[in-house]
């Protein structure tokens, strides 16, 4: 609901929004600090945050900042605890969130508001959640004698380091766990170091929510996930490197034994900004190498082959390297186009992938056409910008219409089981032949003979359309059907019309580039 909601709601404003505040990293630590010390759970934030990179309006980078500050912003429950005796209870607003989210939703169901309305509800919902889940499991958390389950030394703190990991797991709330361990501190159940080594083992433990939530998530919201992990951590590590030093404070020094909850809220935050500030210098690093995993299938289609920095730092480069990446498209296309006409029920996975894929790369041309400064560049190479904008609209156009009819063939496929199933199966085998010889890189292409074999197609259009109308006058097939069907077949009559295009501008480029034009090339 959050994501759906915010992929509705989300205007220019908002994306504006999101972008001053997590503009550098610095800004989305700020950012991630403020919120997570609102909503008292870093787990909700790093939720948050991976909904907006489900809609779009974050990237990998930005949303690491966010969770770095989240990290530091969730020690502001031990504080409480510590200072005031008093725990935050997000279900006294997650309540008249989902009442208010919801209105907005009623009231407005196709509007903005509504939208936001239902994000709203979303995330008054999983608050919700979180705070069921921790009064589940907290009695079972508290009522274990924890004090029993370690030996003594170092090998006894890591087993309370394992026992605070297990029951934010259990809880799903870092908050809970720290709240548990300075209550069994305070009534003197926990010594200092063991205390210290349950909040590490809290920090790993708090990964599980955001690891939970990426399930059938979108590749950056893994990635999202994967970056938590990694920075909490990385911050446990550092705590337990440093518990050495932990086990001597805890023996020479009188102020924690005076005030154990107030110097577990102290070691909590000093840790947590400890780990911000060591891996401050590496969240680049850690995000280009976030961004080399979890490749979908549409992010690889994504790709461009030939295009990078490097070929259009050189415009005559530049030039060959969008006729190879328009080929390549070009051929993709139509195999995902037949793809989709051969599909039987609504899109799968694959058929997806292929679709997002290849619209996100039809927008790489577009924007690598915009960076080329046009003014300054030689007339001939000026010249093929406009024909390499309008191929890579054609090829979008070709793949958004393809996988429009994959969606909406159920009529024609009803219409297969009628008596004008033998005219539909040789169209259908008119258009995917069609589309099998739009292919400007074929040693028999011929644009004339391309072009007359379309407007054949046309005229075959026309009658099969005549003979649906026929019978339906007739009563052979019903009218609610047969309306719906000529629609998706006029569907693929344009997709073979657009290929046809791409081919006859292909093959006008190429003449620019005769030494790329004829020959296929082997990927």
């Known amino acids: 609901m959050i994501t759906d909601g915010l992929k509705l709601a989300a205007g220019g404003a908002l994306r504006d929004i999101l972008g001053r505040s997590t503009r550098t990293t610095w800004t989305g630590i700020r950012s991630g600090f403020l919120l997570s010390s609102l909503v008292q759970s870093s787990s909700a934030v790093t939720i948050a945050t991976i909904g907006f990179v489900n809609a779009g309006l974050l990237g990998i980078h930005q949303a690491l900042g966010i969770v770095l500050g989240a990290t530091?912003?969730?020690?502001?429950?031990?504080?409480?605890?510590?200072?005031?005796g008093f725990q935050f209870k997000i279900s006294t607003f997650a309540m008249p969130m989902i009442g208010a989210g919801m209105i907005m939703r009623l009231a407005g169901a196709s509007s903005r508001t509504g939208a936001f309305g239902e994000a709203i509800a979303g995330f008054g919902l999983f608050f919700v959640a979180i705070d069921f889940l921790k009064s589940a499991f907290e009695g079972v958390a508290s009522s274990v004698d924890i004090a029993s389950l370690s030996p003594e030394g170092f090998t006894?703190?890591?087993?309370?380091?394992?026992?605070?990991?297990?029951?934010?797991?259990?809880?799903?709330s870092s908050s809970a766990t720290i709240a548990i361990a300075l209550t069994a501190l305070s009534g003197?159940?926990?010594?200092?170091p063991a205390g210290a080594a349950m909040v590490i083992g809290a920090t790993i433990g708090?990964?599980?929510?955001?690891?939970?939530a990426v399930i059938g998530a979108t590749p950056n919201a893994k990635r999202v996930a994967a970056g938590h992990v990694c920075i909490n951590s990385f911050s446990a590590s550092v705590g337990i490197l440093i518990l050495p030093l932990v086990l001597w404070a805890s023996t020479h020094d009188t102020w924690i034994h005076d005030y154990p909850a107030l110097a577990i809220a102290f070691f909590h935050t000093s840790l947590n900004l400890l780990g911000v500030l060591l891996m401050r210098p590496m969240v680049g690093r850690l995000g280009h190498w976030l961004e080399a995993r979890f490749?979908?299938?549409?992010?690889?289609?994504?790709?461009?082959?030939?295009?990078?920095?490097?070929?259009?730092?050189?415009?005559?480069l530049a030039m060959d390297a969008f006729l190879l990446e328009l080929q390549r498209m070009a051929e993709l296309t139509r195999a995902h186009a037949i793809d989709s006409f051969n599909n039987e029920g609504p899109p799968g996975k694959t058929l997806q992938q292929q679709h997002d894929g290849l619209r996100d790369l039809a927008r790489v041309v577009e924007t690598s056409v915009t960076r080329l400064e046009s003014d300054r560049l030689e007339a001939s190479i000026a010249r093929q910008l406009p024909m390499i904008l309008r191929i890579a609209n054609y090829i979008d156009e070709a793949?958004?219409?393809?996988?429009?009819?994959?969606?909406?063939?159920?009529?024609?496929?009803?219409?297969?089981?009628?008596?004008?199933?033998?005219?539909?199966?040789?169209?259908?085998?008119?258009?995917?032949?069609?589309?099998?010889?739009?292919?400007?890189?074929?040693?028999?292409?011929?644009?004339?003979?391309?072009?007359?074999?379309?407007?054949?197609?046309?005229?075959?259009?026309?009658?099969?359309?005549?003979?649906?109308?026929?019978?339906?006058v007739r009563g052979v097939i019903p009218l609610r059907h047969m309306?719906?069907?000529?629609?998706?077949?006029?569907?693929?009559?344009?997709?073979?019309?657009r290929s046809t295009r791409i081919a006859v501008r292909l093959a006008e480029l190429g003449r620019e580039q005769p030494g790329l034009s004829v020959t296929k090339s082997d990927d």
């Open 206 to 212: 708090t990964t599980s929510t955001s690891a939970l």
């Open 188 to 192: 003197g159940l926990l010594t200092f």
């Open 483 to 497: 309306n719906p069907a000529i629609e998706s077949l006029r569907m693929m009559l344009r997709v073979s019309e």
């Open 72 to 84: 530091i912003g969730t020690t502001t429950t031990g504080w409480l605890v510590a200072l005031v």
């Open 156 to 172: 006894g703190l890591m087993v309370f380091v394992l026992i605070g990991m297990v029951m934010t797991m259990l809880t799903q």
């Open 295 to 316: 490749i979908s299938k549409a992010e690889e289609l994504g790709r461009p082959q030939f295009l990078d920095s490097n070929v259009m730092a050189s415009p005559s």
């Open 399 to 472: 793949v958004a219409l393809a996988h429009a009819n994959a969606e909406s063939d159920r009529d024609v496929e009803f219409l297969i089981q009628s008596p004008v199933r033998d005219d539909i199966l040789a169209f259908q085998a008119a258009v995917i032949a069609m589309i099998g010889r739009s292919d400007p890189r074929a040693s028999d292409f011929n644009i004339d003979a391309l072009e007359s074999d379309y407007q054949t197609l046309r005229a075959q259009f026309r009658q099969l359309k005549t003979t649906l109308l026929e019978a339906s």
